[in-house]
């Protein structure tokens, strides 16, 4: 399988601030990566389709204008979570992909706690 | 559209026992159907994937799952359970030629000394 790395691993922040997470993929250059969000004991939910040099693709119900997707390379996708709220405290995931019958290769995640 | 139903949100097992976690999925066109393993505070790491060639699936760890397209079920088996086996499980489908996977509810299995 793919090697993607995510930094940090995890964050605490205070309500309010914005954080910034990263998602590296090692292996190959990827066209498309996913960012999830899973709750305590819950699945994954996909928030967007980032993809290199262009808008990312949102998913209904998440506010693109809170949590801000840059591909600003074949290899690295961020994510910011702005005036983050502890509603917001989750564990963030990104995965990474060849092409669209690739399979997803997934990051360790990035647990983030808002206080 | 495309759904995933893990039934089971807790299965538990002695270790050496057969494991079996259950997916059925939901799709107008054949699927792409995936297993994936989560340990506590890590990602996904892919267990077998089905991508129309052989219905009978082997993956890592000594897992395996079988497609049934009239059950329309992928469910994993493993002959034996070792405690390294204890994880959350989830099974994803991903409709043909559609980049986004689709997430079951997870099964966390537990094996029992």
């Known amino acids: 399988g793919a090697v993607v790395s995510q930094h940090p691993s995890r964050v605490i922040c205070k309500s309010g601030t914005s954080v910034k997470i990263e998602c590296r993929s090692l292996?190959?250059?990827?066209?498309?990566m996913f960012w999830y969000r899973q709750f305590p004991k819950q699945s994954l939910m996909l928030m967007a389709t980032?993809?290199?040099?262009?808008?990312?693709?949102?998913e209904q119900g998440v506010e693109k204008d809170k949590f801000l997707i840059n591909h600003a390379s074949l290899t690295l996708s961020t994510l910011t979570v702005t005036s983050a709220h502890p509603e917001d405290s989750s564990f963030y995931i990104c995965?990474?992909?060849?092409?669209?019958?690739?399979?997803?290769?997934f990051g360790p995640g990035t647990r983030l706690t808002v206080l | 559209a495309q759904s995933v139903t893990q039934l089971g949100s807790h299965v538990s097992v002695s270790e050496g026992a057969l494991v079996l976690l259950r997916c059925n999925y939901s799709?107008?066109?054949?699927?792409?159907l995936f297993w994936y393993v989560q340990y506590p505070n890590q990602g996904l790491q892919l267990l077998l994937k089905y991508t129309s060639a052989a219905t009978l699936v082997k993956g890592i760890n000594g897992f395996e799952a079988e497609f049934k397209k009239s059950e329309t079920s992928f469910h994993l088996t493993k002959p034996s359970a070792h405690m390294s086996d204890a994880a959350e499980y989830f099974c994803?489908?991903?409709?043909?030629?559609?980049?986004?996977?689709?997430f079951g509810t997870g099964t966390r299995l537990t094996i029992i000394p």
């Open positions: 980032s993809n290199e040099g262009s808008k990312a693709t949102y």
């Open positions: 292996d190959f250059q990827a066209t498309t």
């Open positions: 799709s107008s066109v054949p699927p792409y």
């Open positions: 995965s990474t992909q060849r092409d669209s019958t690739d399979t997803q290769y």
């Open positions: 994803a489908v991903r409709k043909g030629g559609n980049e986004k996977l689709t």
